[in-house]
């Protein structure tokens, strides 16, 4: 009789020392993306351990691992594992998957075989995350092109109708072009008088003539 009530004592005392806490709330990212801790204590070195999370509302239960399977359908939980905790990693999550998510932690090696259960985090889904990230955003890049011509025209168009404006205004206003030659006036002047000097000599010789 005291051997079988040492063990069920023994067992009892197992239940005790193993617990499980986890955070009141967790928030997902614009991308669907949820972390959350799971801690425990456990007065043995954990061999095997295996890692859940029971959806409350939905009713069903989502297995953590350490690698994930990417052509898995449905919510993915990534586990990694560290001293006395471990940190899950939720993805694919969208505002139908908001609940309060439970941590079982259950240890399979060496045995007892024991589980605990965590009191539960809410896990809270924005409707940020139905936005589509910026990679898969896709733009009309024949519109995009056809735009971006069409205001290049009409800079063109603009340039030249300023460019017609100055050169007309300038041709009005009598100014000078900047490339004419230049041309010494004084040497102009003094061989303009000089011909009108040959010229009155020439006509007073024909006055005097006889």
Known sequence: MLPKLFVICTFIGYLNAFQVTQPHLAAANSSGFAILTCDYKYNKEIVELKIYLLRARHNDTISCETSVNESKKGSLCLMERSDNSVTLTISRLNVSDADLYVCRVEIRSPPPFVYAEG???????????????PEYINFNWPVVWITAGVNGLLLLYCIIITLTYLHLKKRNTGEPEINSEYMDMRKVMSENTNRKKERDRNHNSEQFHF
């Open 119 to 133: 009191t539960g985090t809410i896990v809270y889904v924005a409707e940020t995350s139905q936005i589509p990230r």
